[in-house]
């Protein structure tokens, strides 16, 4: 009995000593998992991806053929994570590609077989990715990721949520400046002829909005705004010292028993986005309607009529055959360029 504890007494100080000797091996970048390059072998075994996406390299040891297969994804979406290659022979490298996640709640995840020529030995490579989080100017309103503030000049949003930024005719990428006069966009709504014709969903190619975003569609901003007065689903707000507003406008995306405790700085947080009073740029560079918030949108109704949400507590025209000309230049509020999983 004594001998059992003199042996596991020594072997626990050479254990010790072995640490000592090398107390950073974990760390050290010369240490890999497979010492022996001539064996069939891949590295890293696994790889946590940011929820924005992006690129890394898995390497292959050993001389023998191999294949890949994406197998056990968790994902509905459709080729999420790719690879450059699905085989190849010996040692090498394979790229990873991973788009941008699509869930708030749920890491994507998948793995990667490798398996050799003879189908003897299979190694995998989890891959799995970071969950969306909202950044400091986004909301989600009914599956989709809404700017709280419009659109400035082209490529750029508003420095504040209440500002009405740039105007735009429908399908144009020129800005012109939010005023009672403009007199540089006469000309330019002289000589505007739209080129869509007829009722097109999606019909917005020069997008002003900044990368990644993009103009949001007749339906889905009556999905936040309401297509009558009677089935108005924003809330009307009044600029007031209270709630810290510069302009009246409408809330969207909160409940109407709650809009009475939005202010400008919580509005974010309770879940919703303001829309300011605005009006449109017309004939002779005059802005006019200032009274209604007007909302370009990107569909088109036909030759010359469509892409504009305008209203207020008494009137509505929710997809702009009454007022909607092309020609006019309304202020923007863009939509992320992605779908939500869940």
Same mark, same amino acid.
């Given at each position: 009995?004594?001998?059992?504890?003199?042996?596991?007494?020594?072997?626990?100080?050479?254990?010790?000593?072995?640490?000592?000797?090398?107390?950073?091996?974990?760390? $050290?970048?010369?240490?890999?998992?497979?010492?022996?390059?001539?064996?069939? *072998?891949?590295?890293?075994?696994?790889?946590?991806? !940011?929820?924005? @996406? @992006?690129s890394?390299?898995?390497?292959?040891? &050993?001389?023998?053929?191999?294949?890949?297969?994406?197998?056990?994804s968790n994902s509905s979406a459709k080729d999420w994570c790719t690879v450059d290659k699905t085989s190849g022979s010996g040692a090498g490298e394979v790229t990873v590609?991973?788009?941008?996640?699509?869930?708030?709640?749920?890491?994507?995840?998948?793995?990667?077989?490798?398996?050799?020529? $003879?189908?003897?030995?299979?190694?995998?490579?989890?891959?799995?990715?970071?969950?969306?989080?909202? &950044?400091? $100017?986004?909301?989600?309103?009914?599956?989709?990721?809404?700017?709280?503030?419009?659109?400035?000049?082209?490529?750029?949003?508003?420095?504040?949520? $209440?500002e009405v930024g740039y105007c735009y005719q429908f399908n144009r990428?020129?800005?012109?400046?939010?005023?009672?006069?403009? !007199?540089?966009?006469? !000309?330019v709504y002289s000589s505007y002829t739209p080129s869509e014709s007829g009722w097109i969903d999606n019909a917005w190619t020069n997008d002003p909005c900044p990368e990644?975003?993009?103009? !949001?569609t007749g339906a889905e901003v009556n999905g936040i705004m309401g297509e009558s007065v009677a089935g108005l689903k924003a809330s009307w707000v009044s600029k007031s010292e209270k709630n810290g507003f *510069?302009?009246? &406008?409408?809330v969207a995306g909160i409940d109407k028993a709650a809009v009475s405790s939005v202010t400008k700085g919580n509005i974010k947080s309770m879940g919703g986005i303001f829309l300011p009073q605005s009006g449109w740029l017309t004939e002779g560079g005059v802005l006019d309607r200032a009274w209604l918030v007007t909302l370009?949108?990107?569909?088109s109704l036909n030759d010359n009529m469509g892409g504009m949400w305008l209203g207020n507590t008494g009137y509505v025209d929710c997809w702009g055959w009454g007022d909607g000309q092309k020609k006019r230049a309304a202020m923007v509020?863009?939509?992320?360029?992605?779908?939500?999983e869940d």
């Amino acid at each position: 009995m004594r001998t059992i504890k003199y042996f596991l007494t020594a072997l626990a100080l050479l254990t010790i000593a072995s640490c000592e000797e090398y107390p950073n091996y974990i760390e $050290d970048s010369d240490f890999i998992i497979e010492q022996n390059s001539s064996l069939f *072998a891949v590295y890293p075994i696994a790889q946590a991806v !940011p929820a924005d @996406g @992006g690129s890394y390299k898995i390497k292959v040891n &050993g001389g023998e053929s191999w294949t890949i297969s994406l197998t056990e994804s968790n994902s509905s979406a459709k080729d999420w994570c790719t690879v450059d290659k699905t085989s190849g022979s010996g040692a090498g490298e394979v790229t990873v590609t991973v788009t941008q996640s699509t869930s708030f709640v749920k890491n994507r995840s998948l793995i990667l077989e490798f398996t050799n020529a $003879d189908k003897t030995k299979t190694m995998k490579h989890k891959v799995v990715q970071a969950t969306l989080s909202l &950044g400091e $100017d986004e909301v989600m309103i009914n599956g989709l990721i809404w700017s709280t503030k419009n659109v400035a000049a082209p490529g750029t949003f508003t420095n504040d949520i $209440d500002e009405v930024g740039y105007c735009y005719q429908f399908n144009r990428k020129q800005g012109f400046p939010f005023a009672n006069s403009v !007199p540089e966009f006469a !000309p330019v709504y002289s000589s505007y002829t739209p080129s869509e014709s007829g009722w097109i969903d999606n019909a917005w190619t020069n997008d002003p909005c900044p990368e990644g975003w993009r103009v !949001p569609t007749g339906a889905e901003v009556n999905g936040i705004m309401g297509e009558s007065v009677a089935g108005l689903k924003a809330s009307w707000v009044s600029k007031s010292e209270k709630n810290g507003f *510069a302009r009246n &406008g409408f809330v969207a995306g909160i409940d109407k028993a709650a809009v009475s405790s939005v202010t400008k700085g919580n509005i974010k947080s309770m879940g919703g986005i303001f829309l300011p009073q605005s009006g449109w740029l017309t004939e002779g560079g005059v802005l006019d309607r200032a009274w209604l918030v007007t909302l370009r949108t990107a569909t088109s109704l036909n030759d010359n009529m469509g892409g504009m949400w305008l209203g207020n507590t008494g009137y509505v025209d929710c997809w702009g055959w009454g007022d909607g000309q092309k020609k006019r230049a309304a202020m923007v509020r863009c939509v992320k360029k992605i779908t939500i999983e869940d």
